[in-house]
């Protein structure tokens, strides 16, 4: 089919211009698509709307025609396309011309209704079809809530830091700077965790050491700042390991790693360090070393390197005090004494009050003299105190003692002197000094050397000035503390018995340690990590970092309380 | 050619991408030892918070680049493509950078904003990924354009040929014809519907109004009811239509503005942070 389509419009002018184009095909489409051979350029047309065909002269048809195997699915209509004829598709109108020669039709495509003249009314009604052509809010929401945030959560807290004009009114800045804070603070801290500046002293500069220091003024460096290793610790922060706003319970991690890492390989970080390597208290932990009083201070020993004696100048045999079946008492029958009998604990029951002659041995221990005559006991702790007590006693019977008395201490007949009647002469005078200036020595003498000091003392004798003897009675170095850095509690362990961990019960010298080796610790404590029926136990449970000198400095001198006991003898 | 979505664009490149990058940081998060517990200030709290942020700054210049039509550094669909699969790595990256510490402050601010632009994200992916083919379904050959134009002249042939029908009828047709409406408030465009649509009444009324006719009114009010019919359904399509371009937009005015809002959190955190250092 050879069909003749003229496209007729108006130019500006409101001339009418043809646009003749020959279109040579069996099947004619017409519509909006651009591969239409009657391109329809309308939105009001479909992209196909129908079809010019042959059906023995030209025939217009619109919809679905279907085939035998299905239905249509829209009415069909179809339009001979007659010379002089009309038909309008959309806003066009198709005029059927004469056929002109050599030609099967010919048509007049001419839009009749430009989409301008259509319904000014309803489009006006119909404009406002997208979000954004109903001005929703988008830009403005944007920009608002960016400087609500701005402000709130930025500008007004920066006051308490930065020169804003704000600054220092506390009111503004207090009431938002909180959503700064990013948790909770410890509780130690929380007394100024609403004061920031305490420790974030200047903006954007990381917290400072000193800032930890004005109040933990009293915290010691982990090892001598003096000490070479101290360059191990350059240019590390206290924060490194202490991170507050991270819960209120601590500010650091208990666990092993910090330690470890250092103390795993201790001698190739820190020249001359003393302590061993360590990795876990239960797998791999040194044996422990023991603080021991010696002549001059105390010296540390470790454990397990050949037996430790301690040199108390004691002499006290355990064995003794715990036997069964009890010890003389000067009163009583037999008295039987366990460890809380001289070992009680002091207020914080972590350790033990040092046990004292006074409270704790004198009561059996009795330092009487003259039992067939008086109770009275000489004082303990100066040698010379004593003496003069014996003297003063027996100057004092050979002058005032009744007969009775006076023959039971000197075993001579007679009495003190002013007893007797008349005026003593001299002779007698001299008789009587003489009496009880024997016995007091012989006393003396026994005192020390034989029946009440020697006991438990060393006891030396030495020629006094003016030649009368003297007695050296050696000084007492009872340890108190053997691992005074340990932190060790008593009371913690007052479920164990005391000979779980202190073996004494066959001790017959005071030499003997009976201070618990690693291993009986090791019964009860694991390592870092979890181990069946046992305590997991980092390094910090028994030792601190923070100590006011590090054990291992040289300088370190141990510092227990009543560690050594004064005195010639020992105030105790 | 087969329609290739964003989200499968070069073989998955950037969902490979993202969960390498999700994949390393959560290793490394297990892997790490922090001094007290995991959070925003160790090293590697530093180092995730760095990428995060960068992520967001690159995120956000998304809008701008959209717009940069002759650009030639990757594709649009490329460059979404990345957009939605690291806007999802970024999820897994600021989390492991909270170290799971969250609490009223602008840092959780930061990160619940970061969130909720997120998952506006996804929202609009979901969108993206099922709204255009009920919106190409719904237009058919037509655009919302010439659907408008359809009802116009579909009016303008109601109008001439209801003149000569009996008022009652008239004034039913009039109401469609002067009181129709497509959109003009965020309800009628979001639903798509309009309770109170005059064609669909007149629709709904002219049978039982055309009963009593006879003869060519009859036939003519057949007509006139056939139009009316035509335009209710276009009416409904492009109702329709522009439901779909609703949803179509819906998410970004929540997604855009929370974005910029990100940034002002983002900035309050990370300079709060280092002021109070």
Same mark, same amino acid.
């Given at each position: 089919m050879k069909l003749l389509v003229i496209t007729q419009s108006r130019n500006r002018a409101g001339r009418t211009v043809q646009v003749k184009k020959e279109v040579n095909a069996d099947w004619i489409r017409v519509g909006r698509a651009a591969s239409s051979e009657v391109l329809l350029a309308d939105p009001r047309v479909a992209l196909n709307q129908g079809l010019i065909l042959d059906r023995d002269g030209p025939v217009y048809t619109e919809g679905e025609v279907g085939n035998l195997t299905s239905t249509t699915k829209r009415a069909v209509r179809s339009v001979r396309l007659n010379p002089g004829s009309a038909v309008d598709v959309g806003p066009?109108?198709?005029?059927?011309l004469d056929t002109p020669e050599g030609y099967s039709g010919a048509i007049t495509v001419e839009l009749v209704r430009p989409q301008e003249d259509v319904a000014p009314e309803f489009m006006a009604r119909a404009n406002k079809l997208t979000l954004r052509s109903l001005h929703l809010p988008k830009?403005?929401?944007?920009l608002g809530l960016f400087a609500i945030i701005a402000v709130v959560f930025f500008l007004l807290p920066a006051g308490r830091v930065l020169d804003l004009p704000w600054k220092g009114e506390q009111s503004i800045a207090m009431a938002s700077d909180r959503f700064w804070n990013p948790g909770p603070v410890m509780l130690a801290h929380q007394p100024i965790e609403l004061k920031c500046e305490a420790c974030h002293e200047e903006a954007f500069v990381q917290v400072?050491?000193?800032?930890?220091?004005e109040c933990h003024q009293k915290i010691g460096h982990h090892v001598g #700042?003096?000490? #070479?290793?101290?360059?191990l610790f350059q240019g590390t922060r206290c924060a490194e390991c202490h991170r507050d706003h991270k819960g209120v319970k601590t500010t650091h991690r208990d666990d092993d790693r910090f330690c470890v890492e250092c103390h795993k390989d201790v001698r190739g970080r820190a020249n001359g360090a003393q302590s061993q390597n360590v990795s876990d208290f239960e797998k791999d932990h040194p044996a422990f070393r023991l603080s021991i009083p010696v002549d001059k201070g105390v010296k540390r020993v470790r454990m397990g390197s050949g037996p430790i004696e301690e040199s108390s100048n004691l002499i006290f045999p355990h064995e003794v005090h715990l036997d069964p079946k009890g010890v003389r008492h000067p009163d009583k029958d037999k008295v039987k004494l366990d460890c809380a009998a001289c070992h009680q604990p002091d207020a914080s029951k972590r350790t033990f009050e040092p046990v004292t002659m006074q409270k704790h041995c004198q009561e059996c221990h009795r330092l009487e003299f003259e039992p067939a005559v008086t109770k009275r006991q000489v004082p303990h702790g100066l040698p010379g105190d004593a003496i003069t007590v014996v003297n003063e006693f027996y100057a004092n019977l050979a002058l005032n003692g009744v007969k009775d008395s006076f023959e039971k201490a000197f075993g001579v007949p007679g009495e003190g002197l002013l007893r007797r009647v008349g005026q003593p002469s001299d002779a007698q005078r001299q008789n009587a000094l003489a009496l009880a200036g024997k016995k007091a020595s012989q006393v003396s003498e026994e005192l020390f050397e034989v029946r009440v000091c020697r006991t438990c003392h060393a006891v030396l004798k030495q020629d006094g000035p003016d030649g009368k003897p003297v007695w050296n009675v050696a000084k007492i170095r009872a340890n108190n503390t053997w691992m005074p850095h340990a932190r060790f509690d008593h009371k913690s362990h007052a479920q164990s018995k005391c000979a779980d961990c202190h073996d004494v019960a066959k001790s017959k010298r005071s030499q003997d340690v009976a201070m618990p080796k690693v291993e009986s610790c090791r019964e009860c404590h694991a390592g870092s990590q979890p181990s069946e029926k046992k305590v997991t136990s980092n390094c910090l449970l028994c030792h601190g970092f923070h100590e006011q000198q590090h054990p291992w400095d040289p300088g370190f001198k141990p510092k227990g309380k009543t560690r050594v006991a004064q005195g010639a003898a020992g105030d105790r | 050619m087969r329609h290739?979505?964003?989200?499968e664009y070069a073989r998955f490149r950037w969902l490979k991408g993202a969960l390498l990058l999700s994949v390393a940081s959560a290793a490394v998060y297990i892997w790490h030892d922090p001094p007290l517990k995991p959070y925003g200030g160790t090293w590697l709290g530093y180092t995730l918070g760095t990428i995060g942020a960068l992520l967001i700054l690159w995120l956000v210049w998304f809008g701008v680049r959209k717009?940069?039509?002759?650009?030639?550094? /990757?594709?649009?669909? /490329?460059?979404l493509s990345a957009h939605v699969y690291l806007g999802t790595a970024l999820l897994v990256v600021a989390t492991l950078h909270t170290g799971f510490e969250l609490g009223w402050n602008v840092h959780t601010l930061a990160y619940v904003v970061m969130c909720l632009v997120v998952f506006s994200g996804f929202y609009g992916v979901y969108i993206y990924a099922t709204v255009p083919h009920l919106m190409t379904a719904n237009r058919g050959e037509d655009t919302l354009d010439g659907m408008l134009m359809q009802v116009a002249d579909l009016d303008k042939e109601i109008r001439e040929k209801a003149l000569s029908l009996p008022d009652q009828i008239l004034k039913v047709v009039n109401s469609s014809l002067d009181g129709t409406r497509i959109g003009g408030s965020f309800l009628r465009v979001y639903t798509g519907r309009d309770a109170g649509c005059p064609t669909a009444k007149a629709v709904r009324d002219l049978p039982e109004v055309g009963k009593r006719l006879s003869g060519d009114t009859a036939k003519l009010n057949h007509e006139v009811y056939t139009l009316l019919l035509q335009k209710n359904e276009i009416l409904q399509r492009a109702r329709r239509d522009i439901r779909f371009k609703?949803?179509?937009?819906?998410w970004l005015y929540f997604h855009v503005p929370l974005s910029i809002a990100l940034l002002a959190t983002l900035s309050a955190h990370v300079i709060s942070v280092f002021l109070y250092w």
């Open positions: 066009y109108r198709i005029t059927v830009r403005w929401v944007a400072k050491d000193g800032s930890c220091l #700042q003096d000490m #070479q290793p101290a360059a | 290739q979505s964003i989200l717009r940069r039509y002759a650009t030639r550094l /990757g594709t649009a669909q /490329g460059w609703a949803r179509l937009d819906l």
